[in-house]
């Protein structure tokens, strides 16, 4: 009954949400439905923008010489 927390990859999270909007798009769903895939939607968003935040942070640039330098935005 323990819910393994594997982390989804980037890639995986941009399938689900655009599995969740063509559903919206194409199913006849019920008022109620309806707002629980946007919601899962939202949340999806909101985890993608969070992964993708952190690989900004994480980024790593080569100068000239070789040598690593954090990437500034």
């Known amino acids: 009954m323990g819910k393994t927390d594997k982390k989804e990859s980037?890639?995986?999270?941009?399938?689900?949400?655009?599995?969740?909007?063509a559903r919206m798009e194409t199913e006849?769903?019920?008022l109620e439905d309806s707002f629980a895939m946007y919601r899962r939607g939202m949340d999806?968003?909101?985890?993608?923008?969070?992964?993708?935040?952190?690989?900004?942070?994480?980024?790593?640039?080569?100068?000239?010489?070789?040598?690593a330098h954090e990437f500034e935005m």
């Open 28 to 30: 006849d769903l019920s």
């Open 44 to 67: 999806l968003l909101k985890k993608c923008n969070d992964t993708i935040d952190q690989v900004e942070k994480k980024m790593l640039v080569l100068d000239e010489k070789g040598e």
């Open 10 to 21: 980037l890639e995986e999270m941009f399938a689900a949400l655009d599995q969740t909007v």
